[in-house]
């Protein structure tokens, strides 16, 4: 069929199909709008509102230089804290010189805190500068605090020299007078004009978002996150299990070897004595003087005889005080 010969029903597939793309293409936008709406509202957030939100400036850029899911962050070395770590803005640099203008919000940006020390109507907040942030080279690491729900702030600054920050950490005189944002703005930034801020990572007291935790996170990410923080918890608390034999041990002049002390722990470990209270004390002391009165505990260089030795003097100890108080425990 010829071009001229082709009848409005002809074309009628070929509109429908561009109608189904266009329309396919809209809903992809729309759902692509609103993921991005949904993100900026469950995110934390490091911004500088040009003229702070004046009236007369209502559509002036807002600056972010550093953001994060709220969703992705993790309980902290100390579980009682949610550490959220920043992406770095790449297009947008902060300056020393504007850290007073800067402030921590979260959905979409309501401030949670603010870095103006000049505001009085601003809750308490302090900080220290802590010299060198893990594998951060030259660049100085300084953290805040925020009143009164603490939260805190970690940031680097670069282009201040190493020499000189280190100076003022030993000095540790930076804030006998002024706040620590005046003496980084007023001093520190006026010294070096191109210096600038790399905001890290923003970290919340637990209790104080603790309905966030449970509303934002998925139920899978629930489930992951609180299994990091309950291996933490049990690492920790091993931890202190191990310090608190080594001690005694070295306490009570008995120089074991590692494999002696090693045994003593996994039998610990073995019978569930994995935290220390003050019921398990007792029983771990009990068992480590018992262990001092097995033949050959102390005295063999072979580890996998110790351990053997060990779980044998259990076995004929079986129906004692000291294995009753350790099933019961």
Known sequence: MSEDNMSISDLLPLVAAALNDQAAADA??????AREERDTSHKVEVLRAINDGDDDDEDGDTIVYGSALFEDGQYASNTNLWNVTLEQNSNNICRLADLRDCHICVGGGFPMATLDDTDSSNPFFGGSIDGEWESSGDA?????????????????IHGWPREEWEAVIQENDYQDEEHIIHFLVE???????????????????????????????????????????DRQIAERDWQEVVEFVESYLQARGILSEHHQTRAILGILWIKGFKTRTEANDDVILRFIAACEQSPGVFDSDDGEEVFTTLMQYLREQSGSDLDDHMEES
């Open 28 to 33: 992809a936008k729309e759902l692509a709008v």
């Open 187 to 229: 001093n520190v930034a006026v010294q070096y004009p191109d210096a600038t801020v790399e905001f890290k990572e923003v970290t919340f007291a637990k209790r104080s978002i603790h309905g966030a935790l449970k509303r934002l996170l998925s139920s899978k990410r629930k489930e992951v996150v609180r299994a990091d923080r």
């Open 140 to 156: 100085c690491e300084v953290l805040l605090c925020f009143c009164p729900h603490s939260t805190w702030l970690f940031f680097l």
